[in-house]
């Protein structure tokens, strides 16, 4: 039997595309491995979404080259985003063997019969109804405790700075009930938590002749499969995000309690420009509409420094929504111009790198002092959670995630994982609440 390894880069809709790629590959009569070295099938599950993570791929592609100069025969291959943004240039300028985009997955078996020395094989073709509903994806998840389900592909947004709608395609959502299929048979294997995928899950909208089901509806069919399966969901964009989710999550006790929202600025007057669709009030609204719905909401978000004309000013707005919301944790990224977006076509990359790194060092200490402020409030609380595994910093304690997902370590006890601990938190870091069994 022949032996693929893969590496993955980006998203979590990539992990879970990688997974994806193992059950079709599985069916051409490849196994998994995770050594590189003993692989016939090398291949980068890849992201575009800024220039740095393409810059670490090269490396590794590079990597890649030198295992197949050793064993010849091997085969390299790249798939997913930078795939589909750099098509056949990555044949010219890497000479792998195989180059493959989101929606062609389905191909690989044949590209993968088809390749010779010189005839390496392309497929990025994009779809616009290709959501993998019928395939089982292969968990490479290491705990079977918490499994991740793709509920839609692509985007309908412009994100003036975003990649992903050019290497993703149009957005598509996928049959309601594969996904509660899919949902039951991981609750079956012993799986405990499902977090739907989808780069804006808020606009999920599957039709058939007879049924339309929107995301509210879907979080519902999902939630009822089981009160011990917890229910999570990311991503939540904020000019979409409706009172009917939040009420749905506050009315289900296995919704967990989080809320991925991400915000990207403070300032609206580069909200415009980014073309993310909502004011800086507008998400402030609603997130005292979550707060007030679900006052213990887990909130992070997502926020870019040094966006196209980016003034102190802005600068200053983004810092005081911030200060003003209190996230528990958010991903904090300096710009970065990726050609064929909007923003690279328009807008001069005008903040320089020493103001940008700046700036996102001044959001990170805010972020940093906020998150702790955030974890320390929960100091005294008795929350549910549910365990993982043993924690990294001390073998002798178990770790595993509240609701809000916030992550506690706390003694073994009795417990194992999978299993459903109450704890109360005596002490906490920026991102670990430290407990004890309730
Ligand atoms: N669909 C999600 C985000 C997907 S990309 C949403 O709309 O929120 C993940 C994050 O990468 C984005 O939220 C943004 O903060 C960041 N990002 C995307 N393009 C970027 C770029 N060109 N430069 C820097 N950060 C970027
Ligand atoms: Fe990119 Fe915007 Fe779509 Fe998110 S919503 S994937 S940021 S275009
Ligand atoms: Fe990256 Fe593609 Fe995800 S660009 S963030 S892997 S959708």
């Not at 507008?282 to 887990?298: F, H, M, N, Q």
């Amino acid at each position: 039997m022949k032996k693929v390894y893969i590496e993955t880069y980006g998203c979590q809709m990539n992990v879970n595309d990688t997974e994806v790629i193992f059950a079709i590959l599985g069916k051409a009569g490849y196994a998994r491995t995770e050594s590189m070295e003993e692989a016939d099938l090398i291949m980068a599950n890849t992201c575009s979404v800024r220039d740095n993570a393409e810059q670490r791929i090269w490396g590794r592609i590079e990597q890649f080259n030198v295992q197949r100069k050793k064993r010849p025969g091997t085969l390299v291959g790249i798939v997913g985003c930078m795939a589909e943004r750099l098509k056949d240039a990555l044949l010219e300028t890497h000479k792998v063997d195989l180059v493959v985009g989101p929606d062609a997955y389905r191909s690989l078996p044949r590209l993968l019969e088809a390749i010779s020395p010189d005839s390496p094989q392309i497929d990025v073709l994009l779809s616009r109804d290709e959501t993998y509903a019928d395939i089982t994806p292969v968990r490479t998840d290491r705990n079977g405790v918490s499994a991740f389900i793709s509920i839609m592909r692509g985007c309908n947004n412009v994100c003036s700075y975003c990649v992903v709608p050019y290497t993703r395609g149009v957005e598509r959502s996928r049959d309601a009930h594969s996904i509660v299929r899919e949902a039951c048979d991981v609750f079956r294997r012993g799986y405990k938590e499902v977090t739907l995928l989808g780069q804006n899950v808020d606009s999920y909208l599957w039709k058939s002749a007879d049924e339309t089901v929107n995301f509210a509806a879907l979080l519902r069919m999902v939630a009822e499969i089981d009160p011990s399966l917890r229910v999570r969901f990311s991503t939540s964009h904020p000019k979409d995000i409706s009172d009917e989710v939040i009420e749905t999550m506050a009315a289900y006790p296995n919704i967990c309690k989080h809320i991925h929202l991400p915000v990207q600025s403070g300032s609206t007057r580069l909200l415009e420009k980014m073309r993310r669709k909502y004011s800086r009030e507008w998400y402030l609204e609603r997130v005292a509409k979550i707060r007030s719905i679900i006052p213990d909401c887990g909130l992070t978000t997502d926020v870019i420094a040094g966006f196209c004309s980016e003034t102190e000013e802005d600068h200053r707005d983004t810092l005081s929504l911030m200060d003003e919301v209190g996230f528990d944790w958010a991903f904090m990224f300096a710009y970065s111009e990726r050609p064929g977006t909007l923003a690279a076509r328009n807008y001069p990359d005008d903040v320089t790198p020493e103001v940008k790194t700046r700036r996102l060092n001044e959001i990170i200490e805010l972020q940093n002092r906020k998150g702790l402020e955030s974890y320390r409030r929960d100091i005294g609380k008795e929350l549910e959670v549910l365990v993982e595994g043993t924690s990294k910093r001390d073998p002798g304690q178990l770790c595993g995630r509240a609701s809000s997902n916030k992550m506690c370590v706390f003694p073994a006890g009795n417990l194992k994982v999978g299993d459903y601990a109450r704890v109360r938190v005596i002490d906490a870091t920026s991102a670990t609440l430290i407990c004890v069994l309730a």
